[in-house]
């Protein structure tokens, strides 16, 4: 089955340690994008990339970097200048352009802070 | 701005319908509204989508004011399963999908 699978489900920080969060997915998807959700709040958009080898900043894209080498993968790394991270990182794919496609949805990392 | 407005909670009785608004006084002429909802501890899932028309699937109906400024999520029979956070969201050139805080339903036996 076709989907986004992103690892690992939770994952803890020490102070001053960097993490990354993995996002893969086999929809053949151009596009792909990283969310962080805080408590009984809405999605904020931190990256997206639109195709292999480039990406755009979104809202909160402070503290966190991205990259993408392959299509399948859209890997996000909280670094230490990130100084409240604990949150729900959830990483999506669409296909670009076309502005009727949806949204498919990983099921998401918690990350917290030791 | 691709900002939409939602009430925050909404309640509903099991097997009754329930109508969930949105407003997007902002959208511009090709702006898809879209229609995610939440369980807890998940991602997202796509419910629905539309452009101008009022539209079905077997999730739910799409319901779009004609100045297309505003419109509603209707879920026909509510069932215990129904009990999420529903994002409405415009599809916007970009590929930019904006969410806001969603209105979390109750479903009540």
């Known amino acids: 089955d076709g989907g986004i699978t992103q690892s690992p489900k939770y994952l803890f920080r020490k102070e001053g340690q960097n993490v990354t969060l993995s996002c893969e997915q086999n929809l053949n998807h151009d596009a792909m994008y990283w969310y962080r959700q805080d408590p009984g709040q809405g999605l904020r958009l931190i990256y997206y990339s639109q195709i292999v080898n480039d990406f755009q900043k979104g809202d909160i894209a402070e503290g966190y970097s991205v990259s993408r080498e392959k299509k399948e993968s859209f890997p996000l790394t909280v670094t230490s200048a990130q100084k409240n991270p604990t949150a729900f990182y959830l990483c999506?794919?669409?296909?670009?352009?076309?502005?009727?496609?949806?949204?498919?949805f990983g099921s998401g990392t918690q990350l917290s802070v030791l | 701005d691709a900002k939409t407005t939602q009430p925050n909670s909404m309640e509903s009785n099991e097997e009754e319908p329930v109508h969930l608004p949105c407003n997007h006084s902002t959208i511009s002429g090709t702006d898809y509204i879209h229609w995610y909802r939440q369980l807890p501890s998940q991602g997202p899932e796509y419910v629905i989508h539309?452009?101008?028309s009022n539209v079905n699937n077997r999730m739910a109906s799409l319901a779009i004011a004609e100045d297309r400024k505003s419109s509603t999520l209707i879920l026909h029979r509510a069932t215990l399963r129904d009990a999420a956070v529903y994002y409405c969201i415009l599809g916007r050139t970009g590929n930019q999908f904006y969410f806001g805080t969603g209105t979390s339903l109750t479903v009540i036996p």
């Open positions: 999506a794919s669409s296909i670009p352009g076309i502005l009727s496609e949806k949204l498919f």
């Open positions: 539309g452009l101008t």
